[in-house]
């Protein structure tokens, strides 16, 4: 059974830094890329954020492009984002996904995962 677990969402001021993590069962980081993605009340689920198994390149959403910082580890088979230099606008549930990589580089687009985990909250406010 595949399970994604997040956590490291909180209430922050703006300017802040957070570290989101997903500890990943049931599959291996080295065979599956890793997305991040967010949701904001009455807005559509974004990418953020993703990991390619094969090689370990991370790409990013231009909205968090010098700000988000993705890594794994793959001894632990745990993905964290890195957010530093939080904005009101990054204020969305943060999930992780999962989906089978080993021929093709991680995607943004959240049709294309298979495994989802349940979200961590992150509210950035003054």
């Known amino acids: 059974q595949v399970q994604l677990v997040e956590s490291g969402g909180d209430l922050v001021q703006p300017g802040a830094t957070l570290r989101l993590s997903c500890v990943v069962s049931?599959?291996?980081?080295?065979?599956?890329?890793i997305g991040w993605f967010r949701q904001a009340p009455g807005k559509e689920r974004e990418g953020v954020s993703c990991?390619?198994?094969?090689?370990?390149?991370?790409y990013y959403a231009d909205s968090v492009k010098g700000r988000f910082t993705l890594s794994r580890d793959t001894a632990k088979n745990t993905a964290y984002l890195q957010l530093d230099s939080l904005k009101p606008e990054d204020t969305a549930e943060y999930y992780c996904?999962?989906?089978?990589?080993?021929?093709?580089?991680?995607?943004?687009?959240?049709?294309?995962?298979?495994?989802w985990g349940q979200g961590t909250q992150v509210t950035v406010s003054s």
């Open positions: 990991i390619s198994s094969s090689d370990g390149n991370t």
């Open positions: 049931g599959v291996s980081l080295d065979y599956y890329n």
């Open positions: 996904a999962a989906v089978w990589g080993v021929i093709r580089s991680c995607t943004l687009l959240t049709d294309k995962y298979d495994f």
